[in-house]
T-cell receptor
């Protein structure tokens, strides 16, 4: 099984450019999440989708937008990239119910550099 | 709001010894889950152990155990018989009624030969 697949794995942008990070899961999970990881900051939640058709802001939503395209796919868009958005981005998914939401499954991460 | 605090940025442990990684949490939810993840230098996130807020027994998974003290809002990870491969970042997380998983800042563990 592929699990959680996110693309691209690496991206370099110039300030002001836009891009979309794609994420897809094949585990029939209800909930999907986007995190960013910065040194010393741990994983911070950007946006999440508890179920298909819903999205909510996390801890650090400014500068990002998301789309839950269907049950499988959850994309993250940077409309006008800034150097402060240089980070490693993780997509994750879970059943979102039972056993404390269930185990969170992660993609491999996408390393984004904004110059 | 949910919050996780991991106060140990870095820890050292001698191979074959046990080590405890601290985690305290704050949540207003009555029902919640606590998780620990490992992130080796290769970058992937590996699920280690889960504890439910209503579980009466501490969770165990092989060499990992979770020391759950509900009244103190503490969910420490204990790794027994440390191995060199245990060197990694370790993250504690809480899941609650708002369907969010909130993570702490992590503890970097180094196992010494």
């Amino acid at each position: 099984n592929a699990g959680v697949t996110q693309t691209p794995k690496f991206q370099v942008l110039k300030t002001g450019q836009s891009m979309t990070l794609q994420c897809a899961q094949d585990m029939n999970h209800n909930s999907m999440y986007w995190y960013r990881q910065d040194p010393g900051m741990g994983l911070r939640l950007i946006y999440y989708s508890a179920s298909e058709g819903t999205t909510d802001k996390g801890e650090v939503p400014n500068g990002y937008n998301v789309s839950r395209l269907n049950k499988r796919e959850f994309s993250l868009r940077l409309e006008s990239a800034a150097p402060s958005q240089t980070s490693v981005y993780f997509c994750a998914s879970s059943f979102g119910q039972g056993r404390g939401g269930g185990e969170l499954f992660f993609g491999e991460g996408s390393r984004l550099t904004v110059l | 709001a949910q919050k996780i605090t991991q106060t140990q940025p870095g820890m050292f442990v001698q191979e074959k010894e046990a080590v405890t990684l601290d985690c305290t949490y704050d949540t207003s939810d009555q029902s919640y889950g606590l998780f620990w993840y490992k992130q080796p230098s290769s970058g992937e996130m590996i699920f280690l152990i889960y504890q439910g807020s209503y579980d009466e027994q501490n969770a165990t998974e092989g060499r990992y155990s979770l020391n759950f003290q509900k009244a103190r809002k503490s969910a420490n990870l204990v790794i027994s018989a440390s191995q060199l491969g245990d060197s990694a970042m370790y993250f504690c997380a809480v899941f609650g009624g708002t369907y969010k998983y909130i993570f702490g800042t992590g503890t970097r563990l180094k196992v010494l030969a």
